[in-house]
């Protein structure tokens, strides 16, 4: 990927509207499977070989087609020649770019046509320098064994040798992606041709991208190429855009990758991916394009001053101090030293429960560090002051919090319901985990949506996670705390929004206009406002923490808590008035009501996360189809008694 504006690539022709493809289905230059995926997915379309066969040795290849298009490849980069210690998916990328490249040519600060990025990445004695040192020796032992047959090559030769080594990681180092599978597992790497290896980066980016695993002799030119490389604030194109987005020659192996809109591209505006994880806040982001990349990102979010609401959010800590002078003189070195003990304590919790998969003490030890933050001593130039630090519940280790506690919460109800004895404690602390865990779900997707607001490039974590929170919630609605005592015809419909119907079209087209997308939004948290207030005392049931978050789609709370009452939960959940405890009750008239609502809040959230990943992804993407499935089943499911019509009417 293009490190330095002096290249970029611009929408041509006209606006491009959100949710549209802007590439065709782009052929990789070079790519390469990670160690582990080689024994169990095909080396040249990454698709997984479901009846391996025993004791083979790779490549594997799922096809002839596959292993007429790739098996060249690998017999003429030199990659066997390496030893095993070292063979790795960035070397085989690399030396497999080798091949169509142009060799014994001068010195270049490209490589296809790829911005190397050579000088910066090698001039730092750092472990990225010495990485590409050690693995360009290796690769040049292994080229020189290919090119003479096994034996020795001229020693005037190998300082040229060792040079083409060093470009062609540097190539792989500055424009490679890692390719996830459909379930968002790491396959492997690759170097994309320049129509998206150009195309720069931004923390605020107005496109993202898919792979396609298709195996297949001829590319699929659904859509067409709708960018063009400039040269940095040119007007014209660089080079003729007819080049890029087509593929050269008839057997075309390697994943495919799509470029997508995810915001409204006017013509003539630059377009941008993320390189990194856009939930980080700046400090972190910069940390971690610089050390790989070697660039420092002045895009208009990291370029903003003050931080904007999303950055300010993601790193607020709160630290008070005994001596309030000590923490004026040195407010910026007390904010740094709470975040690395903040941080160094929440990474060691999920890394333990990673480990040794103590669920139960990974909930204890982060819901205590959430809610009650941490006292800390904090040596300062004036001497040490005690302090109390506090995450600010939208900050990022917050978030990260969050989804681990999502999935620890379902882990303990998951080991309850298989214990051997079963018993009715064991099911009712079952659906009390398993309620938590919708719970918490529930908090990251409104919290993150509530930051997608004022930044709309999170749109791809955002649709994750009302996916997410609507799985769990309707998955709640079927456990076996509730399958005693409800029932109902689950079937998803709703008058008060247009969320289904604009689901539906956008299966059908793929597309979706900015007003009719902002309109249907509204709408959408309109009605799961309306209902989570209804059910989010019961979701929050047991846990101080979400019951001390008055509100997880509405985040007004967080900043006045004058009105925290008008945001409580009411109607059936306000325990007073109904005289029935948040737990599942003898009333099935009261249960089937409340499952209701929650029913419909899962319904709400799960298509709505599968209408953001639609724009995202495409309408025949994996995540896409999976709401659907789940839509679909949820739909067919039979039961005695309907409530479709039943909530429109509360």
Known sequence: MEMEMEMEMRCKDQDIEIATDITPPL????????NTNLHTHCSSCFSLIT???????????????????????????????????????LL???????????HHTPPSPRLNRLLTNRHLLTCHNDEISETIRINALAMATAIAKQRSGGGLIESSDEGTVLEEATLALCAVLTNAVEVHDNEGCALGIAVFEPAFSWINHSCSPNACYR???????????????????????????????????????????????????????????????????????????????????????????????????????????????????????????????????????????????????????????????????????????????????????????????????????KVRASDLLSDDSETDLNQTE???????????????????????????????????????????????????????????????????????????????????????????????????????????????????????????INFSWLMSTENSEDVAAHDIENDNESGNSVGVCDDQAYNNQRVAYIFQLGGHCLTYGGLLACICYGPHSHLVSHVQNILAHENDSLFSQSFGDMYDSL
């Open 211 to 409: 792979f396609s695993f298709e195996s297949s002799s001829l590319l699929s030119q659904e859509s067409e190429l709708r960018i063009a490389p400039f040269t940095h604030d040119s007007q014209q194109p660089k080079m003729d855009c007819r080049i890029f987005g087509r593929s050269e020659g008839k057997n075309v192996c390697g994943p495919r990758l799509i470029v997508r809109s995810i915001k409204r591209i006017k013509m003539g505006e630059e377009v941008t991916v993320a390189y990194t994880d856009l939930l980080q806040p700046k400090a972190l982001r910069q940390s971690e394009l610089w050390s790989k990349y070697r660039f420092i990102c002045c895009c208009k979010r990291c370029s903003s001053l003050p931080f904007t609401y999303v950055d300010h959010s993601l790193q607020e800590i709160s630290v008070s101090c005994r001596d309030s002078s000590g923490l004026r003189s040195d407010y910026k070195l007390f904010r740094d030293m709470a975040d690395r003990r903040l941080t160094d304590n929440i990474e060691d919790v999920i890394s333990e429960y990673l480990s040794v998969g103590d669920s139960a003490s990974c909930c204890e030890k982060l819901e205590k560090i959430l809610i009650q933050g941490l006292d800390e001593e904090l040596e300062t130039n004036e001497g040490k002051s005690h302090s109390k630090l506090t995450l600010h519940p939208l900050h990022h280790l917050s978030l990260n919090s969050y989804t681990t506690l999502t999935s620890a919460y």
């Open 92 to 102: 085989r990328t690399a030396l497999r770019l080798l091949l169509i490249s142009h």
């Open 51 to 89: 009846t391996p066969i025993p004791n083979s040795i790779p490549p594997l290849y799922c096809s002839p087609h596959c292993t007429a298009a790739h098996s060249s490849i690998h017999l003429s980069s030199a990659e066997h020649h390496l030893p095993p210690s070292t063979t790795s998916s």
């Open 27 to 34: 052929t990789p230059l070079s790519f390469s499977l990670h």
């Open 430 to 552: 079952a659906f009390d985990m398993s309620r938590t865990s919708a719970a918490y779900s529930l908090f990251l997707a409104g919290a993150t949506h509530h930051l997608f607001n004022s930044e709309s490039s999170l749109i791809a974590s955002v649709a994750n996670f009302w996916i997410g929170a609507g799985e769990s919630l309707l998955t709640l609605t079927t456990s076996s705390g509730w399958s005693r005592v409800v029932n109902f015809n689950t079937k998803f419909e709703c008058s008060k929004c247009s969320l289904m119907n604009r689901f539906r079209a956008s299966m059908l087209n793929g597309q979706i206009r900015s007003e009719d997308f902002e309109i249907v939004s509204n709408e959408f948290i309109h009605c799961v406002s309306d209902i989570t207030h209804k059910v989010w005392s019961f979701l929050a049931h047991g846990c101080d923490f979400l019951k001390s978050c008055k509100d997880p």
